[in-house]
């Protein structure tokens, strides 16, 4: 009967993120469902248009939910219709992010002056993570490799050839939570006199093996 020993492995590698990705809401309440579909529009216009000038491809805007319904507020005891609201999501993309790049931090300034919208789930990733990623599993195999080799040492035997090696590897994905609303347009003016600060820290790329090696 062969003797066998499984053990897992884990590499890791670090890289810095060149796309970065949100969404922003408008909410718009009227006496008509159309009112408050020509408010949002506005406003979603408003910000299309920030975006285009800041370079972002209509391919990286994207409307992820548009909703219509009736509003009410509860007065005595009485649900009382105070109008209907319009609420729109577009979730946009920015490409090539890096040290030298502003686009980020620029839109976002120019998004927070236009009032009554949010900003939700700031979040970062890489485009092409095939090095990364050849890289993060060879990691991997060496640890579960040197880990197979020291379990053997300990029982007095040699590590052999792997029988089988199964790969869990993680998405390429840091999400930064970022769920404000945003002030109305003369306060937030006023209150940011520089430019906004959003660090995009690193990316973890992450492979995870599990290997069954033959004992000698």
């Not at 406003?43 to 219509?68: C, H, N, P």
């Not at 992010?97 to 970062?124: C, K, P, Q, R, Y």
């Not at 590897?169 to 769920?179: E, I, L, M, T, V």
């Amino acid at each position: 009967r062969s003797r066998t020993i499984s053990v897992q492995g884990t590499g890791k590698v670090t890289v810095a993120p060149d796309i970065a990705f949100f969404s922003v809401t408008v909410s718009e309440l009227g006496e008509t469902t159309r009112e408050a579909q020509v408010k949002t529009d506005e406003k979603v216009g408003l910000i299309l248009g920030m975006a285009r000038s800041a370079g972002i491809a209509d391919k990286d805007l994207q409307t992820t939910s548009l909703e219509f319904y009736p509003e009410y507020r509860w007065r005595e005891d009485e649900q009382i219709l105070i109008g209907q609201r319009v609420r729109q999501t577009v979730h946009v993309t920015i490409r090539g992010i890096g040290n030298e790049s502003t686009v980020l931090t620029s839109l976002i300034d120019a998004i927070g002056t236009v009032s009554g919208i949010s900003i939700g789930s700031i979040g970062f990733s890489k485009e092409n993570t095939v090095a990364e990623y050849a890289e993060s599993r060879k990691l991997a195999m060496e640890k579960a490799i040197q880990k197979g080799s020291e379990y053997a040492a300990a029982a007095g035997m040699n590590l052999g050839k792997p029988i089988s090696v199964s790969d869990y590897s993680n998405a390429d994905y840091q999400g930064a939570n970022r769920n404000t609303m945003m002030k109305a347009a003369p306060a937030y003016m006023m209150e940011s006199a520089v430019t906004a600060d959003i660090p995009t820290g690193e990316l973890e790329i992450i492979s995870n093996v599990s290997v069954v090696f033959e004992l000698n």
